[in-house]
Every structure is written in structure tokens, then in C-alpha cells.
């Protein structure tokens, strides 16, 4: 069974020049996948499901919930920018919804799969603000906050944050980056997994080694905002490929 695997997309609307290039992909690249696998932050800013969100970004949603409805099975493991998706992706458009991680089998290979935010062991303080910000008790409080205050004040928090990496990370921090993710998958290996496949740092990487007797591999699926990477199994091997985008 083959299916296809990315994350970090960060779309910012329903209508700009990169959403319609990911609609086409869904519609077009995806759609030839038994099984479609989003690794997180698909959206710049969802902080939880609300009515502006489904009305703001429905014509992405509505390509999600076609392709559900004509057979795919698609599974969305939670990112940093997108979280407490609810009811709405399960019920209403069909999507598994996950969390934190997911493990299954794919040809005969255990995979684990997690957006990657929870990568990087030393990051303790994003890890309280992580689960501060999934908190029921912290979005009851924010209820009386209109819900486009919120996603505006996410989407310059978010732009800020970006911009910022873009200008500070160098090719010595980048080979730091992976070689932290590397050793959590080296750990993620010895506790049964075959496959590990992560997001987040959108840095793509493809490492093989050899764990208690086993050929394992891990893979990161890079971006959409600067690689334009993505991952496809066709049922007995994974392959990292690119997008042909030059430009937006």
C-alpha cells in the first residue's frame, strides 16, 4: 500500500499563490496514495478549532474532506502551530487526528511518526509551553478574545519567529539540529521502531544505521517554506522527493 508523507506547509490563507499550489498537489500528487500522512503545522496558525478558522481555511478543508470521501485514508499528527483540532477533522471531515505521535506497519516495517517539535530533549521550557497552550482551562479563559484577534496575533508571532530563524540559523547549527534528531531517533530505534519519520526542524535528512541487529532509517520530511520536500512509499521503500517550485 503506498502512501505519501509531509508537514510544515504553514499555510497562511485559503486563497494565495501557495495554497493553490498545495491544493493541486493534494488533488494530483496525493490523491494517487492510498494512505496520506500530514506531519504537523499544515496550518501557519491553528490554535484550536473555531468557526473562523473552519470558514477561513473551508477550501482546504473541503479538498481534505474529498479525498476521505473518495477512499484515502488520512492521518494528521498534530504540529506546534496546529493543535486541538477536535471534532471537527474527526467527525466532520473523517481525518485521525493524533496527538503527539503514531506507530503502524508499513510494509512490514515499524513506523514511527511524530511532528518533532518534542525532538529536541533539551528544549524543557517549549515543553511547558506546550502543554500550557493545549490547556482547556487556558482557551475557556480566552473564549471572550474574538477568534481573528487570535489568529492575527499568531500570525505576526509566527512571521517574527521565522524571519528571525532564517536570518540566525548557520550551516553549524543546522548540522547540530540534525544530529540531536538523529540521536532521539536512535533512541525511538531502540525501543522497537524501524522507520522514524519527523518534521518540524524543516531541515529534509535521510540517515540509515544499524540498530540491535537492525537496518533502521531515519527521515526527516523538510518544508514547504524553503525545501518544498515531501516522502513517498510505494509499499516497500521510502523516497525523499521535491516539489518543482522555484518560486511564489
Not at 508537514?7 to 485559503?14: A, G, K
Not at 471531515?93 to 511524530?114: F, P
Not at 529534509?204 to 544505521?209: E, H, R, Y
Amino acid at each position: 500500500m503506498s502512501a505519501i508523507f509531509l508537514s510544515d506547509v504553514h499555510l497562511q490563507n485559503s486563497t494565495g499563490v501557495k495554497t493553490q499550489l498545495v491544493l493541486r498537489f493534494f488533488q494530483e500528487v496525493a490523491s494517487q496514495h492510498k494512505q496520506i500522512f500530514i506531519l504537523g503545522d499544515l496550518f501557519d496558525v491553528w490554535p484550536g478549532t473555531t468557526p473562523y478558522l473552519i470558514n477561513t481555511f473551508k477550501p482546504v478543508t473541503d479538498v481534505l474532506k474529498r479525498l476521505v470521501e473518495q477512499g484515502h485514508e488520512l492521518h494528521y499528527i498534530e504540529g506546534n502551530h496546529d493543535f486541538r483540532l477536535g471534532t471537527y477533522f474527526t467527525d466532520e471531515l473523517g481525518i485521525n487526528v493524533h496527538t503527539s505521535e503514531l506507530e503502524m506497519s508499513l510494509g512490514g516495517k515499524n513506523v514511527y511518526m511524530a511532528h518533532g517539535d518534542l525532538g529536541n530533549p533539551n528544549e524543557k521550557g517549549y515543553r511547558v509551553l506546550r502543554t500550557l497552550l493545549r490547556q482547556d482551562l487556558l482557551h475557556w479563559a480566552l473564549r471572550p478574545i474574538p477568534p481573528k484577534l487570535i489568529f492575527d496575533l499568531g500570525a505576526r508571532t509566527s512571521g517574527l519567529s521565522r524571519k528571525y530563524q532564517q536570518n540566525q540559523i548557520s550551516p553549524e547549527l543546522e548540522s547540530k539540529i540534525r544530529q540531536t534528531y538523529r540521536a532521539t531517533a536512535e533512541k525511538i530505534f531502540r525501543e522497537g521502531a524501524d522507520v522514524v519519520i519527523m518534521g518540524h526542524t524543516h531541515l529534509p535528512d535521510d540517515v540509515s544505521t544499524v540498530v540491535q541487529g537492525r537496518q533502521c532509517r531515519y527521515i526527516n520530511t523538510g518544508d514547504w517554506v524553503q525545501n518544498f520536500t515531501y516522502l513517498e512509499f510505494d509499499g516497500r521503500q521510502f523516497y525523499t522527493k521535491s516539489h518543482p517550485v522555484t518560486d511564489l
